[in-house]
Every structure is written in structure tokens, then in C-alpha cells.
């Protein structure tokens, strides 16, 4: 299944990229700002910019590690000694063996399985909740479990780390009983969410000019002002769904801790990853705050019909800013599965230079 994440733009990455690639040269350095998935940036690298890839959440910063961050093959090279201990045998490549070597952990009952399966009894509610299957639950804690062993015993660097938690990630997504986000499990199990979960070796993609490109986790509008670029792509939440609510589950795989799991959907405590974008009167302040701090004189931001803020909006706060163009096209919306919304929106492409 891959990336199911609000706001992806992978479906309209052409239309982003073509729109960057008229408005600066290849080799220019370009910022996502608010990466998400990673899409944009990696398809911007592939293209032959330089890029600094920044948003709040910890699975963006594994997913932009991944995507932008491999100059070679990964040699797991410090885990030479796990091979030998564990017996493992290398007959593909050393990622695949640990890949193979996570694939087998044991089941364990642990944290996924007491506060996200059906058999499990959560600290903070009575309901169990049905986010996995408790094979799936169990089969992720076993997981966890391996790859933190993996990073403490220094069998794996940073990057291998991210590159572990990426896949983890991918592949609970795959299996998670749920209809769009986690914001909500299915009372019903679903039949995807029945298949036993499984981490694959990812198609690295190999950059020789990996140095070249940048990863960073922070609020945009702190990460700003170190950041220099000739061009900002800024793609917010468009809506009042926070993020880190809506994504909780992801949160918690990338940070590799078990927080107290809160209420019926089992949320982390989520407050110290707060959008402002997402509340209606912060957003203006949030955007003022990066286009003066950052070294930086074009942005290029995504929104959306559905949005907070009207085109009128935008135009009063950022005609003062500079030079303004605003363009519109049709765009097949996010859905969950079971929204009876209309099947496309117009998305905005907002151009200033200031
Ligand atoms: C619409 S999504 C970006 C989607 C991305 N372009 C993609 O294709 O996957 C918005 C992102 O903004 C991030 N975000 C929200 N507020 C932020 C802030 N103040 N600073 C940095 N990132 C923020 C969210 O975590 C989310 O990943």
C-alpha cells in the first residue's frame, strides 16, 4: 500500500516539480519545508536540485533519511558480529539478511499488543483497541524490540536505523486496521489488515551527491532561520487535523518509546507536535514568521479549496510580502474510505517573491 498520508502530493509531484524546475535551475537549492511523506524532495533530488527536507514529525525525518541520505548500497558493516552470533547467513545482501533477521524476530506481547490489538488489556481504557491483529501486534513488538537491540549494541549506524524504522513503518501501514489515518481503528477487522506483516528491502535510490542534500526535524518556523535556499516549497496542513494525532501510531514506531496511549484511539501525548497551520488564527503569524526569517526570496506554496485560509486570504496577507501569483487546478481529494465527499478539489499553487 506505501504511503497513505493527508496532503501527499504524489499524485500531482509533475505538476510541483514542473512548476519548481520553470522557476529555478537544476543545481539550485531547493527547501520542503513541511516534507511529509518525502515525495517531493526525493523527486527534487532525482531531478538534479540540492535539498534541505525539514517537517515536525520523526517518521518524515526516517522517510527524508531514506530517500535522500544513501550515497552506497547499506553495508550494515558494524553488524559483521551480529552475523556471527546470531548464525545468520548472508546469501543476498547484508541488508537483506537483516531485513530476513527482523522478519523473524519473536512474538512478543508487548506494548503494541496490550494497547493496539484486541487481545490486549490498554493501561488508560477498558476497550481494547483493534489497530492490528494481535499476531501483528505481537509481531511488531518483536520487531521494535530487535531493532533498538540492533542500534544500542551498535550493530547498525543512524542511517541504518532510519532505514529500518522506514520499512517497519511501510509495513504497518500495510497491515494497520484502519480507513485513512490512525485517528481511528475499524471495529471490524479488514481483510489487508489480516495478512501477516512483513518488512521488504527498499529499491534505495544510490546518490553520489548524497552530501549535497539536507534533513531536519523541527518547526518550520524555528528551522527557518538557518535555513538558505533560492527556492521554498511550503506545503502546510491545509485543514484543522493535526498531524501528529492523525498519525500517532507512525509517531511512535519512528521514536521507538511507549508513551501512555490516551483514550479510546489510544493518542500519544501529542501537544510538543502542534500545528499552528492548523488552527485558523495562528496560520498567518506562522507564515509571516518563515518568509521573514528564511534566506530566501521565492516560495511556492501548496493549498487547498478546503483549506483555512480563502484565496482572499492569502492575497491580503501576502500582497504586502511581495510579488504574488496564484494558480488552480483540479486535484482528486484524500479520502477515507468511507467518506461521502466530492471526488476532487481545487488545489492551489501560490507563487511569491518577495
Ligand atoms: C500536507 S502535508 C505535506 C505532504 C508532503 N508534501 C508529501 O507529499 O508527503 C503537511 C506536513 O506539514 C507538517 N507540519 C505541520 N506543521 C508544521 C510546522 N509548523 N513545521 C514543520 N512541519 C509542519 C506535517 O507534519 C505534515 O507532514
Redesign the pocket.
Known amino acids: 500500500m506505501g ?1 497513505r ?6 499524485k500531482i ?1 509533475d505538476i510541483i516539480t514542473g512548476k519548481i524546475s520553470k522557476l529555478v535551475p537544476k543545481n539550485s537549492t531547493v527547501c ?9 524532495a526525493i523527486e527534487l533530488a532525482n531531478q538534479g536540485f540540492n535539498v534541505i527536507a ?4 520523526t517518521y ?1 525525518y526516517h522517510h527524508a533519511i531514506t530517500g535522500l541520505k544513501f550515497d552506497a548500497e547499506p553495508t550494515f558493516s558494524l553488524a559483521g558480529t551480529l552475523f556471527q552470533t546470531e548464525q545468520l547467513t548472508v546469501s543476498n545482501t547484508p541488508y537483506q539478511a537483516v531485513i530476513d533477521y527482523l522478519n523473524e524476530s519473536p512474538v512478543e506481547k508487548g506494548y503494541f499488543w496490550r494497547e493496539f490489538s484486541v487481545e490486549g488489556e490498554p493501561n488508560h481504557t477498558e476497550k481494547p483497541r483493534n489497530y492490528f491483529t494481535p499476531e501483528n501486534a505481537m509481531k511488531i513488538d518483536g520487531i521494535r524490540k530487535r531493532i533498538e537491540y540492533l542500534l544500542a549494541n551498535h550493530f547498525i549506524n543512524n542511517q541504518e536505523y532510519s532505514l529500518l524504522l522506514h520499512s517497519l513503518i511501510m509495513a504497518a501501514n500495510d497491515v494497520a486496521n484502519i480507513a485513512g489515518t490512525y485517528g481511528h481503528y475499524m471495529s471490524k477487522t479488514v481483510k489487508r489488515a489480516e495478512a501477516p506483516i512483513t518488512l521488504e528491502c527498499e529499491d534505495i535510490i544510490i546518490r553520489s551527491n548524497s552530501s549535497a542534500h539536507i534533513v531536519k526535524q ?4 524555528q ?1 527557518s532561520s538557518e535555513i538558505t535556499c533560492d527556492l521554498c516549497y511550503i ?4 485543514m484543522k487535523r493535526q ?2 494525532a492523525n ?1 500517532h501510531i507512525l509517531e511512535t514506531l519512528a521514536r521507538g518509546d511507549e508513551p501512555e496511549a490516551i483514550g479510546v484511539s489510544g493518542l500519544r501525548p501529542w501537544r510538543d ?1 502542534y ?4 488552527t485558523k488564527t495562528k496560520i498567518r503569524d ?1 507564515f509571516r514568521k518563515i518568509i521573514g526569517s528564511i534566506n530566501c526570496n521565492k516560495f511556492l506554496i ?1 493549498y487547498s479549496e478546503d483549506g483555512l485560509l480563502s484565496v482572499k486570504d492569502f492575497k491580503e496577507l501576502l500582497e504586502p510580502l511581495g510579488e504574488l501569483t496564484i494558480e488552480t487546478f483540479e486535484h482528486k481529494r484524500f479520502k477515507s474510505n468511507n467518506s461521502k465527499l466530492n471526488n476532487t478539489l481545487a488545489e492551489y499553487l501560490i507563487l511569491l517573491r518577495t
Open positions: 504511503h498520508y493527508i496532503g501527499s502530493k504524489s509531484i520542503d519545508l513541511m516534507t511529509g511523506t518525502g515525495t517531493v525539514n517537517d515536525l514529525m518524515s523541527g518547526y518550520a518556523e528551522v506545503d502546510p496542513p491545509y498531524y501528529a498519525y507536535q500545528s499552528n497551520f492548523c506562522s501548496s
